[in-house]
């Protein structure tokens, strides 16, 4: 799972990775991404937390 985290900041992009990361994962993450760079596109800085580390997979880890 990765979700974004609101900071105070908003030229930094933060988010949290707990375990295993889907293409459904991405797709807010990525949202996020535009829009913080369509109102900074000179200056964008990350944050990340890492909880647990896992795959990262277009599917749900596991499935087929």
Known sequence: MIQTIELN???????????D??????????EEIKNKVAHHPTKLRAYAEYV????????????T
């Open 9 to 19: 900041d908003d030229r930094i992009l933060g988010y949290r990775i707990d375990g």
């Open 52 to 63: 647990r580390i896992g795959s990262i997979s277009p599917r749900p880890f596991g499935k």
């Open 21 to 30: 990361i889907t293409l459904q994962d991405m797709t807010p993450l990525i």
